[in-house]
């Protein structure tokens, strides 16, 4: 079959590999329908950072249809058309028994320690399965994973009913998270996005103010008031000092961009004005709900989706998701 396998750092090649064999037990053949290309997919190319399994077939963001059970699936059904959960963790760690399998202590993901959904065929346990409503297209199922993210730094950062937010960060976590800003509560909702075509993107879809990357600038179109929750999902150290300028005393600011380093913060600041930092990883409970919003979403979410494009193009997708000039948020895969 057809896969994309990663062999090493800056090492990524489109190759034909034999199907997965005997289905082990409590596991269940998939045919991949359609997939996403995630920023920590960018971040593995680039460093390979995450990767213990060589080679793998990459790729944690997919919907796909059952083909095939193993023995003692139950639950599910061959035709059945279900999305899987990222996260690679362990089930039995103090966290994961705490129901924080987000925080497991050998926590891993799909397509880093174990093959995942760029191929034709990927082969999951059971229990990473969960079922796409019918009403959902295969496209828009394979958002459900970077939806529940989104959901969970909305979860994270918790503002107060009708608060305006400011989300730094236009792309695939940012945008989705702008997104549910806007649709599941009216607040206004300000967005730092350097990239103009993403940024009028969605104002178009959904009504984000877009702003410059400044403090003054930022209180200035907020009619001199400052908002008291923000999110940083660039992962960019120099947007994170604007918004620890911009936010108002006492304020919380949800981090999601990861930084490829050390990053220096003006900490007085943060002490002086009681400012708050949450981070936010993967999910917990958050992907499951996000399936339950994907139909009312589906309008929306089709706006801000490319393709479906052939597994063969992945390469393209991949070296244009990292050069940040997309103007959608995600170009689907279709295997
Ligand atoms: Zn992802
Ligand atoms: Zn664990």
Known sequence: MKALRFHG????????????????????????????????????????????????????????????LGSGVEGFAVGDRVVVDSRAHCGQCDFCLAGAGNLCRHMGFVGEVCDGGFAEQSVQPVHRLLPIPDGVSNEIAALAEPLGVALRVLNRLAPAPGAAVLVAGGGPIGGLAAILLRELD?????????????????????????????SAAIHAAMGGTEPAYCIEATGNAMVMEQLIAAVASGGRIALVGLSSGLCALSTNAIVEREIELVGCSVFREEQRQAMGLLERLSPLLRQVIDGPVGLEQILQVYEAAGSGANVKLKTIIQP
């Open 9 to 68: 750092k800056q090492d990524i090649r489109f190759e034909d590999i034999p199907v997965p064999g005997a289905i082990p037990a409590g596991h269940v053949r998939l045919q991949v329908l359609a997939a996403g290309v995630c920023g920590s997919d960018i971040h593995n190319l680039k460093t390979g950072q995450w990767i213990s399994q060589l080679p793998v077939t990459p790729g944690h963001e997919f919907c796909a249809r059952i083909t095939e």
């Open 186 to 214: 009216d607040r206004p909702v300000y967005l730092i996005e350097r990239n103009e075509g993403r940024a009028q993107l969605l104002k178009d879809v959904c009504g984000v103010i877009p702003v410059p990357c400044d």
